[in-house]
């Protein structure tokens, strides 16, 4: 098992910064990837950032040149810092963890909501 915990969410204007993180506890080994991800009300959740095979960073279209993805190991943690935050980017956003190629974990979910 993983457990993965976030942090940091709240409300902030448009323009501002956030930092949103993940405490990973559990079984840390065969971790294949992890990464943040977004859900909107009326919408599907959405992937925004990972980590995936040997360091790979991806983004969403969205998230890039305003969002960055970072993992500590000795700290076990994993934090999104965005900014330049828009009114869209408003969502619950997902920590998430993919073990042995199977078994996906995720968060409790952390409230961003940007402000016009």
């Known amino acids: 098992q993983v457990q993965l915990v976030e942090s940091g969410g709240g409300l902030v204007q448009a323009g501002g910064s956030l930092r949103l993180s993940c405490v990973v506890s559990?079984?840390?080994?065969?971790?294949?990837?992890m990464g943040w991800y977004r859900q909107a009300p009326g919408k599907q959740r959405e992937m925004v950032a990972r980590?995936?095979?040997?360091?790979?960073?991806e983004y969403a279209d969205s998230a890039k040149g305003r969002f960055t993805i970072a993992r500590d190991n000795g700290k076990n943690t994993m934090d999104l810092h965005m900014k330049n935050l828009k009114p869209e980017d408003t969502a619950v956003y997902y920590c998430?963890?993919?073990?042995?190629?199977?078994?996906?974990?995720w968060g409790q979910g952390a409230q961003v909501t940007v402000s016009s």
């Open positions: 980590i995936a095979g040997r360091g790979r960073l």
């Open positions: 559990g079984r840390l080994d065969s971790i294949d990837a």
């Open positions: 998430h963890a993919f073990r042995a190629y199977k078994y996906a974990y």
